[in-house]
């Protein structure tokens, strides 16, 4: 409001009290403004704040991947030599899997508890949680692949341990599902299975070399199976392709 606009108003006033109504005015815009820019530098100290927590999450994020694709490399190492053994592998494994559960037990906490503080900015949180969710299934995943190739090395083994001519075909005639692999790396369910393919199909195995008790390994160059270890060097090798 100018000089102008209150003697228009108010055609009697004297100067002296436009000139208080001036003063007045003036202090009610510069309070006014003062306050416009303090809550402009509470919004903008909140939008930083946020975009820290987003950076923070980010960050962990890439760790966690970074993470398993180390344990990728390490199991692929492992697997690759030829002389280890699937228990070792194994052992090794499941410590290994134990330290990474653990940390990331207390990272997807930590990321459950910030993604809850950072509700407002909803796309990113539900990125990320997709992102650990994808996570948590490839380690699953993982797992039960390692569970089934170690269940195919054993069975392989046993068959050999039996003297059978072609490992290949007797292998599509046994119900892998009906058969697991016990804490020692014996197998439950083989021989139950295959009893009755010997005494139906007994040209599908050398008689001439006698016969060993189904589970075990005939390898010559494993042992004589009745050592757990025997059957994990036997599936190694045939995993690095030496037998």
Known sequence: MTRNDIKALFPEATK???????DINSSDIGKAMNKSQTAQDQLENKI?????????????????????TQKDKTIKTLT?????AVNDLKAQYEVDMKALTDKHTGELNTLNEQLKAAQD???????????VSQLTKDIADRDATIANNTKQYLVRDALRGMHAKNVDVLLPLLKLDQITVKDDNTLEGFEE????????????????????????????DVGDGSN????????IRQLAGVV
């Open 48 to 68: 930083e704040a946020l975009n820290k927590q987003v950076t923070t999450l980010t960050d962990q994020v890439k760790t966690l991947t970074d993470d398993v």
């Open 16 to 22: 002296e009290a436009i000139d208080q109504l001036l």
């Open 121 to 131: 900015r909803a796309t990113v949180a539900d990125t990320l949680t997709e992102r």
């Open 228 to 235: 757990p270890a025997s059957a994990v060097n036997q599936a």
């Open 193 to 220: 299975q295959m009893k009755p393919i010997q005494e139906r199909d007994a040209y599908l195995f050398d008689t001439n070399t006698g016969t060993q008790r189904a589970g075990s390994t005939g390898s010559p």
């Open 80 to 84: 690759g030599e030829k002389e280890s």
